[in-house]
């Protein structure tokens, strides 16, 4: 796919979540309004949107059902964005600056903050147990699914063992298993719910794309720790240099600038090959497992 085709898709794809949020959260009229207002603030109008996309992307391989397909892609942005706020937060990652603006707790103050992500990871899951037309045991899988990423054995467990290993060194086994939790596991979610909104994607392609989406989900973490060291504070819209600052280990610090960038460029491409036998109803997938490693944010 042409470059400039795959951003005129993100684009679309990227209002498309936009619109597909807006609706899923409750108005900041609605009471409590104070509650309401910081759950739009922190979820509305910023981020690549990259778990969405992929939900989208995968949802591209079979006859997907489109409401299943929305409910997914706002649910594991509302799961993103809680983990955000929330890793923001002074007892975690202690930062002031997220998508280019104040964080929930600096706009908002902890509490407020710690129940705007409390509300969002709830709002995920009845999202997801909406009714569509897929058969009920497909649907339970795609709650389960997100479940399972979300919790002790997904995302919080890899926040959990990043937080316990500030100031200590860590091979690259011990390393990729931290960030297959912290955040691969999200992202292997999101492209499993796009592929299970399709009712004829059976298992062995189920299996595929967890391949897929396990090699990107590692890129994606090695070039976030390569932005960390060569993007300013602007570009990111985060803190830079903020991972070396708190001493954490990262694959830069582990395998050293240019090794890292080739690391995660060959992920990519294992990544890419995994998509073969979808061809060309896998291209936005692959193009935007190269996003990955292009992206300067």
């Known amino acids: 796919m042409k470059p400039n085709n795959l951003h005129s898709w993100q684009t679309r794809a990227q209002a498309q979540t936009e619109l597909v949020l807006s609706r899923a959260l409750p108005p ?62 002074p007892a975690m990652d202690n930062d002031s600056l997220r998508r280019g603006k104040p964080t929930c707790h600096v706009q908002y103050g902890e509490a407020a903050a710690l129940l705007a992500g409390d509300a969002l990871q709830t709002l995920a899951f ?93 890129a994606f973490q090695v070039i976030d720790d390569v932005l960390d060291c060569e993007a300013d504070t602007a570009t990111l819209g985060k803190t830079a240099g903020k991972d070396a600052d708190a001493d954490k280990p990262t694959y830069v610090k582990l395998m050293g600038l240019p090794q890292a960038r080739a690391y995660a460029e060959a992920l990519v491409a294992e990544a890419v090959a995994a998509l073969a036998p979808f061809g060309e109803k896998a291209a936005h997938l692959r193009s935007l497992a190269e996003f990955i490693t292009e992206r300067k944010h």
């Open 28 to 89: 900041e009229t609605q009471s409590p309004e104070g509650l309401h207002e910081a759950m739009r603030y922190v979820t509305l109008g910023g981020g690549k949107r990259l778990r969405p996309l992929l939900v989208l992307a995968a949802s591209e391989l079979g006859a997907a059902d489109e409401a299943a397909v929305a409910q997914a892609m706002a649910a594991v942005e509302c799961i993103h964005v809680y983990s955000l706020v929330h890793d923001d937060m």
């Open 126 to 218: 009845e999202l997801l147990s909406r009714p569509t037309s897929l058969p009920g045991a497909r649907q339970l899988r795609m709650l389960s699914t997100l479940a399972q990423a979300s919790g002790s054995l997904g995302m919080a467990g890899g926040q959990a063992i990043d937080l316990a290993n500030v100031g200590k060194a860590m091979n690259q086994a011990a390393l990729e298993q931290m960030h297959s939790l912290k955040t691969g596991a999200l992202i292997r979610a999101a492209v499993a719910l796009g592929a299970l909104s399709c009712p004829d994607v059976d298992d062995e392609g189920l299996a595929r794309l967890d391949d897929y989406a396990r090699k990107i989900g590692l």
